[in-house]
C-alpha cells in the first residue's frame, strides 16, 4: 500500500523559506513522476512541480526560479524548497505521485490528477 505523508508546512512572512518533505512508503515502481500541487480556498488546484525517475524536473510558471523540487532515494523522501514566498503562494500543498514510464506524463499539471497523493500541509504566507 502507498503511503505519501507530507510535513515542513507553516507559516511565514513574504520574502521567507519554508521545505517541504514527502515521505513515501510502499512505493517501489522503478518508473515514475513524483510532484506537488496546491489548493487555496475557492480556487482550482494548481500543479506546482515534478520530479521524473531520471530526476529530470519541471515547474509551474508561477513558481519557476523560486521553488526547487528534489528527491532522496536513499530516504524515499521527496522535497520542496520555496524560497521568495508570496501571499500567493498560501495554499494547502498536497504530495503526488504516479507509475509512468512516459516522461512527457511527468507535468505539474496533470499532478491533481496522479495516483497517489497525501493528505496535504498547510503553508501560509503574510504580507
Known amino acids: 500500500q502507498v503511503q505519501l505523508v507530507e510535513s515542513g508546512g507553516g507559516s511565514v512572512q513574504a520574502g521567507g523559506s519554508l521545505r517541504l518533505s514527502c515521505a513515501a512508503s510502499?512505493?517501489?515502481?522503478?518508473?515514475?513522476?513524483m510532484g506537488w500541487f496546491r489548493q487555496a480556498p475557492g480556487k482550482e488546484r494548481e500543479g506546482v512541480a515534478t520530479i521524473y525517475t531520471d530526476g529530470r524536473t519541471t515547474y509551474a510558471d508561477s513558481v519557476k526560479g523560486r521553488f526547487t523540487v528534489s528527491q532522496d532515494n536513499a530516504k524515499n523522501t521527496l522535497y520542496l524548497q520555496m524560497n521568495g514566498l508570496k501571499p500567493e503562494d498560501t495554499a494547502m500543498y498536497y504530495c503526488a505521485a504516479t507509475d509512468t514510464g512516459i516522461w512527457f506524463v511527468c507535468n505539474p499539471r496533470r499532478t491533481p490528477y496522479f495516483a497517489y497523493r497525501g493528505q496535504g500541509t498547510q503553508v501560509t504566507v503574510s504580507s
Open positions: 510502499g512505493y517501489t515502481r522503478s518508473s515514475y513522476c
